[in-house]
């Protein structure tokens, strides 16, 4: 108990300091509709790093102030991350949240508080609440990046599946993705399916004790390019680099081990232009009360191969 509530206490002191305008990772905002906070999970991971910078970006340059923040997929910082919001009184919320059950209390708080939420990336398990769900279309690019990979193994061997956080509903949208295409095909065989929680040291220490009795594996398919990379590291440390990896995200750091010969293929998640859309947005609800579209919006994906990988940058087409 004294742990928890000392954790509470230190976040909450931190999040105080946040709230005087001292540690954000832009410049100081004024409180008021011509400020967006932009909350997502940790930039350490490029991806949200890059939909953090494309919003920042865009809402600059509508002249907005932004109030940038990580929750670190820690579901109570990004409660005290809303309160902040709230009390700076700011115009719109752009949010990656930290779970889909975990994140509706703290949307729902923003709303009632007079404040629109705009979710990217992942959506929350409920309705109505958020201003506006925009995602990339998980299922459809499950689809794309499985149909490659059935392709590049030649429509049979052993596989393995890793998928991200049992939370994430993005997740399991993948996974059904990867599935409605894989299992169609009787001659491929999953000889086993884990999850590395999105984490790249865990899916290479994973793939390490996978390959210790499966050396006859052909291909590994994954949920996202961190996964996929600590894959293929894994595989390459253990003199198995021609196992098929593919991925899932359209990570600059994909994209540059499909040229290196190493990852075959990925999807690219386009990061960047969700998050523009979800600042356009959040300015049409802020000038006339009305996004103009529905709650649920998901973005296509695009399949990232060696024969086009030099077409795409950081989270988006070139």
Not at 203 to 225: H, L, P
Request: include cysteine.
């Amino acid at each position: 108990m004294k742990r928890y509530l000392s954790r509470r206490t230190a976040i909450a002191a931190a999040l105080a300091v946040l709230a005087s305008g001292v540690g954000c990772s832009s410049a100081s905002p004024q409180s008021g509709t011509k400020t967006v906070a932009i909350i997502t999970p940790s930039h350490d991971n490029p991806f949200f790093k890059a939909e953090a910078e494309a919003a920042t970006a865009r809402a600059r340059e509508l002249g907005y102030q932004v109030l940038v923040n990580s929750h670190d997929d820690d579901a109570f910082k990004q409660d005290q991350l809303i309160d902040v919001a709230i009390a700076q009184h700011v115009g719109a919320i752009v949010l990656d949240n930290a779970g889909a059950d975990a994140s509706i209390a703290a949307v729902r708080k923003a709303k009632d508080a007079g404040i629109p939420s705009f979710l990217i990336d992942r959506e929350i398990n409920a309705n109505g609440i958020a201003a506006a769900q925009i995602i990339a279309n998980n299922y459809q690019g499950a689809v794309l990046g499985a149909e490659e990979f059935v392709r590049l193994m030649g429509e049979k061997g052993d596989y393995f599946e890793l998928v991200g956080k049992e939370s994430d509903t993005n997740a399991g949208v993948r996974s059904q993705g990867f599935h409605s295409v894989l299992d169609r095909y009787p001659d491929m065989h999953m000889a086993g399916r884990q999850s590395a929680n999105w984490s790249q040291n865990e899916a290479f220490q994973k793939m390490e004790t996978i390959i210790q009795g499966n050396r006859s594996i052909k291909g590994v398919i994954a949920g996202n390019d961190t996964m996929a990379l600590g894959a293929a590291a894994a595989l390459k440390a253990a003199n198995l680099g021609s196992v098929i990896v593919v991925g899932f995200d359209g990570s600059p750091d994909a994209i540059a081990s499909i040229k290196a010969g190493e990852m075959k293929a990925t999807v690219l998640q386009p990061a960047a232009a969700i998050a523009r859309a979800a600042i356009d947005q959040a300015h049409q609800f802020i000038t006339t009360r009305s996004t103009g579209k529905p709650e649920k919006q998901a973005i296509d994906c695009e399949l990232i191969t060696p024969a086009n990988a030099g077409e795409f940058g950081v989270f988006a087409r070139r």
